[in-house]
DNA sequence: AGCACGCCGACT
DNA sequence: GTCGGCGTGCTC
């Protein structure tokens, strides 16, 4: 074998032809090019990396490289010289086949690093997510007829087996063990049964990629009234044009919030961009689906984290070659990589679940409006109840608003009526008060359906001893077990634990003196059996409800009318539609009310106004009902009149007052640890080193957290707020560099906390 | 995030 | 005398 011109830093050849040993590097060259690879570790920086000659790499490239003992795929960050010193220096493996990422995509991954303090390379990993997708697609098996192959002695040649060789008969391409089995109509064993006799012949067919069907977005959209349309035509407007802007699209389920932005989509596709949706629960939006594909006549790409990993891998090539045009998706559904995205849709801006808690701390609704400012095209966020934060930026002018009226020209909200607990009281143990349940009887006997509300699993919250007054805690959390009397057991909401439910009092040992305290939705189910036996009813709750599939069976039994009562937490506030529903009764109006959390009454709102939303959607009239013993409450007094801006004008008014957000900002640090004392010395020492000027900075703590114990760590936080506009990262960074923290206490970011006490 | 290195307790 | 617990520190 002549080889020409191997130059002497080059391998020998000597292992050419045996098992890799371990490769030697070769020697450092300081001409040599050497990129910074970003690994998906927090590691706060990217590594250099030498280039081998025979390798071409840029910037979003997808590599793997060896770091310490083990190789790892990152992805290329830059390609300045190398400042590391070059003995460290370590080859460049390889080239993955996948999408470069765009840079677009790595500014935005770097801004949110450099926002939510995180490690970028914590942050790459939610962008890089699927491995599987980084790689070659495999090459799939099919099959074609063998040529001239007679059956093996024995064989029987069944009617089963006869269709399969009768498709392959005809000319076609070879197909997929699957494929020849739908055709056929048979098992996948008939054909493995038919290859395992040689009368197939297996060939490798190079991965065809799972391209998604495209949406149409030629066929007009439906007709829409007037405010619809004008909106529609502004938004399409902008979406074909790009640019950035963000536009709030402000109305009610039903006034076509969701067609109006479907037009945006349209025009973006037409404009041949990509277009992302951010969804809240996406597993639970049958309903948005069945909508997207009447409008587009194909479904969307979904991605969220409860897909499986083939999903997911599917979603994610095709969304980073450009060939999923739409990708539904929760809110980690921000960071994939989508090279021609020209559109972000925000629906339900206000939900809480936009906000992420653990690992990189980050809200999707606020790094979408990053990414398209970063990627110069629109962003639309949607809701009936928007955040006050996105209200703001709408009267300061930041944010663009689109009203859409109701359609129907009916009131936005349904009749809502308060029940002042104080007079109107429920039975002792009892949680419906008498005017309720006198509106149930009414409903029910017009053949109209019931929906009874309370944001709380279980039967009761609290378990205690009516002996000693001892209460069930959770060992890890600071938490009451919640007792879930079908399945028996006591449960931790926070942490998982469980445990049986005692028969005697763990602390004093007199039995038969457990006594459960408060409703839950179970409770009131079982108040509601009593009361109206011959109702047909149901428990809805996230833990009654395993999967999607038993969500939409749930969703279809309501709407056809198998349920006369429906008993719902939180799962069943969004979007549904139940045309025979006409009584929303909520259980407990006043429950997200108390602690003092700073949102507490603007999400209190937000969700009353959402589950009002489900009564009288349909042809009847609907009525709600709030039991409350906080009648006064603005809450209570702007669902009652319907007067959504003046509660928002309060809301703000007393948020301005204190500088709080969105008028100032927060920042908070969570101290946590196994070690109860060092959460604490660590978090007099950030108190200490705390910034001291007083105009612009304060700092507030350390107090426990709201869950001071969290799944068997002491929890403290500090709370740093600061006028809008101040430098809170660089501020945070100075902080937390002057305290020493000891190694079995960490310390988390949380820029813009949602939730407090 | 892994993974190795390192420094103190219960075994053959 | 060794095996192994997991604290702590590094990885280009």
Redesign the pocket.
Known sequence: MARVNRSAADSPGLFDDQAAPPSPQPPPSPGGRAVQVLLP???GEP???RVPADLDLAPGDVVEV?????QLIGVVWGDEPAR?PAK???NVLRRLPASPLGAGLRAFIDWVAAYTLSPPGQVLRMAISVPAALEEPNSHLAYKLKPGAAPPPGFKMTEARRRVLAVLDHDGPPRTPAELAAEAGCGPTVVRGLAEAGLLEPLLLPAKLETPPPPDFTTPGPALGEAQGAAAEDLRRRAGEGGYSATLLDGVTGSGKTEVYFEAVAAALAAGKQALVLLPEIALSAQWFNRFAARFGAPPCVWHSEMTVTQRRDVWRAAASGAASVVVGARSALFLPMPNLGLIIVDEEHDGAYKQDDGVTYHARDMAVVRAHLGKFPIVLASATPSLETQINVEAGRYLRLHLPSRHGVAELPDVKLIDLRVDRPPARQWLAPSLRGAITDTLAAGEQVMLFLNRRGYAPLTLCRTCGFRLQCPNCTAWLVEHRGARRLQCHHCGYTAPLPESCPSCGTEGSLHACGPGVERIAEEVADLFPDARTEVVASDTIQGPAAMREAIRRITDHEVDIVIGTQVLAKGHHFPMLTLVGVVDADLGLGGGDLRAAERTYQLLHQVSGRAGRGERAGRVLLQTFLPEHPVMHALAAGDRDGFYELEAEMREEAAMPPFGRLAALIVSSEDESAADKTAMALRRAAPDDDDRWMVLGPAPAPLALLRGRHRRRLLLKAPRGAPIQATLRDWLARVEVP??VRVAVDIDPQSFL
């Open positions: 570790l927090p590691l590594y250099d990396y060896p770091l310490g003992p083990r590391a460290k220096l370590k190694h079995n």
